[in-house]
């Protein structure tokens, strides 16, 4: 029996124990199309119906050169912003929250491995409104009798 859309949930630093090294900033993670003159057309969650955004990270507790190199997507509905130790210009130690992993197989003829699609919902400390809002909408912004008077 196939399970599609297996996602598991599962703890951070129990699958990154050193963290993850953020190389840039995330972009979207726009559909193939051949023509190269069409406009991008940013994917969508099949699950979630939230934007796919994707971030190249490096995994400092991984030594294997092929498996050192980590896609990251991200689910949101604004790109989230890396933040915490920045180690050079553009390259941060980051800490994903929501983390989900999907077994997928990887390479080709003999040489197949498992190999995992990482997902995420947000970065740790990130204030960039990339999480989803509060249930109640109302709770993050005061009501009209609330105003400041002058």
Excluded at 45 to 74: S, Y
Excluded at 82 to 110: A, D, M
Excluded at 121 to 145: H, L, Y
Aim: aromatic content about 6%; charged content about 25%; hydrophobic content about 35%.
């Amino acid at each position: 029996m196939a399970v599609k859309d297996l996602r598991l949930s599962a703890p951070f630093l129990d699958v990154y124990p050193k963290k993850l090294i953020a190389l840039g900033q995330p972009e979207p993670d726009n559909e193939y199309n051949p023509n190269r003159n069409a406009a991008p057309k940013q994917k969508k969650d099949e699950v979630t119906g939230l934007w796919q955004w994707k971030l190249t990270c490096t995994d400092p507790n991984d030594t294997h050169p092929k498996r050192t190199t980590v896609q990251v997507i991200f689910l949101a509905e604004v790109a989230p912003i890396p933040v915490g130790v920045e180690l050079s210009e553009g390259v941060h130690l980051i800490e994903l929250e929501g983390l989900t992993l999907q077994p997928k197989v990887t390479g080709q003829g003999e040489f197949k491995t498992l190999g995992w699609t990482v997902r995420a919902t947000g970065i740790k400390g990130d204030t960039s409104g990339a999480k989803m809002p509060p249930v109640e909408a109302s709770a993050s912004r005061p009501t009209r009798s609330d105003k400041a008077v002058a």
